[in-house]
């Protein structure tokens, strides 16, 4: 008696497993699911050619600003130079062409008055 109890206790066990892991594969093959794994495959392989990408770029601009340092050592130029000030646009006079000024840093004025001589800025 003993015997049959065990033995019908692990066939409806084994049915039970079966059962289970045929039905989560079934809920795998549905489109939708094929369609989520598809993406969720697609977002985690842009992420990982990202990562790849900017760990190149990081990688290309070290090497190049250690090159840089090497080639300004062996020609004796200053490694880290000042940046010139940045340049302001004042308004030019007697101008004739009709174009914008930049006046005052903020505004443009059009110059109204007109230059049929092809030769004036040469």
Do not use: C
């Not at 003993?2 to 059962?19: K, L, N």
């Not at 900017?54 to 600003?65: I, K, P």
């Not at 300004?72 to 000042?82: H, K, M, T």
Request: charged share 30%; proline share 3%; hydrophobic share 35%.
């Amino acid at each position: 008696m003993f015997r049959r109890t065990f033995w019908f206790t692990t066939g409806m066990a084994a049915g039970v497993w079966a059962t289970t892991k045929v039905n989560r594969k079934l809920k795998q093959l549905t489109p939708e699911s094929l369609a989520a794994t598809a993406a969720n495959k697609a977002l985690e392989t842009g992420r990982r050619v990202k990562d790849r990408a900017v760990g190149f770029a990081l990688d290309v601009r070290d090497n190049m600003a250690q090159r840089e340092a090497e080639l300004g050592e062996a020609l004796g130029i200053n490694a880290d130079p000042e940046l010139p000030a940045p340049r302001r646009y004042n308004a030019i006079e007697n101008d004739n062409r009709n174009t914008l000024k930049y006046i005052e840093n903020t505004t443009y004025v059009e110059n109204t008055t007109r230059s049929y001589n092809r030769n004036e800025d040469h």
